[in-house]
């Protein structure tokens, strides 16, 4: 009897997967559906790794937090991405979305900040420079970029405010620039990082805070088409697509125009909760 009941629950699991078109890494988590002009994208959210941000995202997307309508400037509790664009569409990089202006610039009217473990995602072992030249993950192409990236930030986190500082103790300065790792870059560039979250790497399929910068999260968020390395510690990871990457992929290929912006519509219809 225990066998045939075995056998029936997992050929019951095994229909009910095939039922709904996707396995979640865990069983509580939410997921999320969201319907485009493009088709369906199930999004599993990850309330252990970003518990903020997933409740601000699902909250919004519900009709469940106040925010500010950008037209009008007052407060308001509806489904806030109903109807919203794909701002931003990047081939073979990432599709943003979230913004009630449609052009980069929008939010709810408030900012939260990051939820990144950068020790989960290895940034603590990275060094910032390497035989002389700076990480690739770092923003830098010049020598203007070098400056306001590394150098600068390091001579604020030290006190030196003068050439007369600098010269008594260049020799730290360029001890402390060799020792310097990614996790220290960015904390010197404002980034604050939670060692008690469990942190994921920007991969393709993720669902990631689209930002201006340390802790300016708001209601913008990117999926991404390929693995994003060097944005790793810079973008809260919340969810990751679970079903219709097909779709997102498909949103991917629509044409741009100026500042990637996609020449033919695309819009969220709705993002509500997945009830199977």
């Known amino acids: 009897m225990k066998i045939i009941f075995?056998?029936?629950?997992?050929?019951?699991?095994?229909?009910?997967?095939?039922?709904?078109?996707?396995?979640?890494?865990?069983?509580?988590?939410?997921?999320l559906v969201m319907k485009t002009?493009?088709?369906?994208?199930?999004?599993?959210?990850?309330?252990?790794?970003?518990?903020?941000?997933?409740?601000?995202?699902?909250?919004l997307a519900i009709?469940?937090?106040v925010f500010v309508d950008d037209k009008t400037k007052a407060k308001v509790k509806r489904p806030f991405y109903d109807g919203l664009?794909?701002?931003?569409?990047?081939?073979?990089?990432?599709?943003?979305?979230?913004?009630p202006r449609g052009n980069g610039t929008g939010g709810p009217g408030y900012n939260f900040e990051d939820e990144i473990n950068a020790d989960a995602l290895g940034l603590h072992k990275m060094k910032a420079m390497k035989e002389g030249?700076?990480?690739?993950?770092?923003?830098?192409?010049?020598?203007?970029?070098?400056?306001?990236?590394?150098?600068?930030?390091?001579?604020?986190?030290?006190?030196i405010r003068s050439q007369a500082d600098l010269d008594k103790r260049m020799e730290e300065v360029k001890r402390r620039l060799n020792d310097l790792t990614l996790k220290d870059a960015y904390e010197n560039m404002g980034?604050?990082?939670?060692?008690?979250?469990?942190?994921?790497?920007?991969?393709?399929?993720?669902?990631?805070?689209?930002?201006?910068g340390p802790n300016t999260n708001g209601s913008q968020f990117f999926i991404n088409l390929i693995d994003t390395p060097w944005l790793t510690g810079k973008h809260t990871v919340f969810g990751k697509v679970v079903q219709g990457m097909a779709v997102v992929e498909k949103i991917g290929e629509t044409p741009v125009g100026a500042g990637s912006v996609p020449q033919n519509e695309v819009r969220i219809i709705s993002i509500r909760l997945h009830t199977p």
């Open 6 to 31: 075995a056998i029936a629950l997992s050929l019951f699991m095994a229909t009910a997967s095939f039922a709904q078109g996707f396995v979640k890494e865990k069983p509580t988590n939410p997921v």
């Open 37 to 59: 002009n493009f088709g369906d994208v199930y999004i599993e959210m990850f309330p252990e790794e970003a518990p903020k941000t997933v409740a601000n995202f699902m909250s």
């Open 63 to 65: 009709g469940e937090r």
């Open 85 to 99: 664009k794909f701002h931003r569409v990047i081939k073979d990089f990432m599709i943003q979305g979230g913004d």
């Open 133 to 159: 030249r700076p990480h690739t993950f770092l923003p830098i192409r010049n020598q203007s970029d070098f400056q306001r990236t590394l150098v600068h930030p390091l001579f604020q986190k030290m006190g």
């Open 191 to 212: 980034y604050r990082f939670n060692e008690k979250l469990k942190s994921r790497p920007p991969v393709k399929g993720v669902l990631a805070m689209a930002n201006s």
